[in-house]
């Protein structure tokens, strides 16, 4: 018997009993969508989790230090970031690129307002590889030949009043950060100095230091609440920043660089962080021990980030368990189906086997009975979890104190057919030993069956 007529035959017994087909169908349809709406949620909360700690942390990169313990260390030995050591980081498998950051305390003042600024110096390709969102003007160019300032959207709230009150975390400061003329001030030690007349080691007065009107070029998107990795950061060219430094504090110590055991400044200006790039998250690990085995601080988020799937990948597995049940309950459906199908249908069974119809014809009938009971609840269980897919994401859309702005149920292709193929797989199996029953039928005791 050709396979189109064993599908003709196996679709038009099932609508002859409709009601009941339905109400089979119905509890695949209910299995189906329990199972791939519980995974969904579990996919959807691993996503949007991995999108927020991408939000305010790498998930291929390692943070570098200088060894916190140097007690007992030779100046000569003390480990220090530079450029040698950019270059030997590179050489370890899987490091795709080096990028050092210079940290620097400013000291901003606007009319009655002071700020202390905390800015970051790093490359131009370091800065675009952040991929920031640029709210307003561009991040820093190249060749500038001045110090150019790309500001975190809430920058502004580290200033406050100089005068008057308390310091109220409501109260924004009057400040366009792109446009008024701030005066920026790199040796705050200096300045508090000479503005409380005190003397130096030589009884001289200090001297007040410098005042740059530096350029702001841009803003990270954001208003005042959006809260990112990049929100309270000031970010420059670090090219532009070191002769800067060099020259205002020739001869002194540049505030966060490392000095001698005499309390001297070294020649060398040295990086407060490099952050090293891995090719792939798994390496994370491997790169960071690589590192602290040079005597190094190296900091990453791997271990917590796996700490973190594997809570996730417990909870889909738990939720695809409970959806899971439904689905079982289902088949057990499925197979009571077949079974009344079986002994209302001896007596033809009987005839098909006296006509000489072949076995395994008789039990494929019922199989594909079976699996397109499966394959019918699958799309109308997959249908109806899109459904409540949507719905679900809706209702946490108009409840922004949730912070799932993507929706916490995703369904990926992947799901989809896993959840089709698994709805027939079901069918089939529940229909199996339906089907050997009808295979192993006695003709003549069929026949004689009322």
Known sequence: MRFIDLLRMSVSNLFKRKVRTILTVLGVVIGVASIVVMVSLGLGLNKATMEQISSYASLTSVQVQEPWDTEG????DK???????????????????????LNMPLLAKYGVYEGYIDLQATTLEALENMNIEVGQG????????????????????QFYKTTGGDYNWDDIPDIDLMH????YILDRDAYYSSMGGGTDENGKPYKKPKKHLFTAVGMVAGDLDTYNSYSYSTYCDIEELIPLLKKEFKGRVIPGQPTTSKGKPYKELYYTQLVVNVDDM????DVAQAISDMGYQAYNDAEWIESNQQQMRMIQAVLGGIGAVSLFVAAIGITNTMMMSIYERTKEIGVMKVLGCDMRNIGSLFLMEAGFIGFLGGVVGLLLSYSLSGGINYLVAQSPDMGMEGGISYIP????????????????VAGFFPARRAMKLSPLAAIRNE
Do not use: C
């Open 73 to 76: 260390v030779s100046d000569k």
């Open 79 to 101: 480990k220090h970031l530079d450029d040698a050591l950019m270059e030997e980081l590179m050489n370890i498998p899987h490091v795709v690129s080096v990028d050092p950051y």
């Open 282 to 285: 798994e390496n994370v690990t």
């Open 180 to 183: 008024d003329p701030i005066i």
């Open 413 to 428: 292709f992947w799901l989809a057919l896993l959840s089709m193929g698994f709805a027939i797989l079901v069918g089939m």
């Open 138 to 157: 561009t991040l820093p160019q190249k060749d500038a030949g001045e110090l150019q300032l790309f500001f975190g959207n809430m920058a502004v709230r």
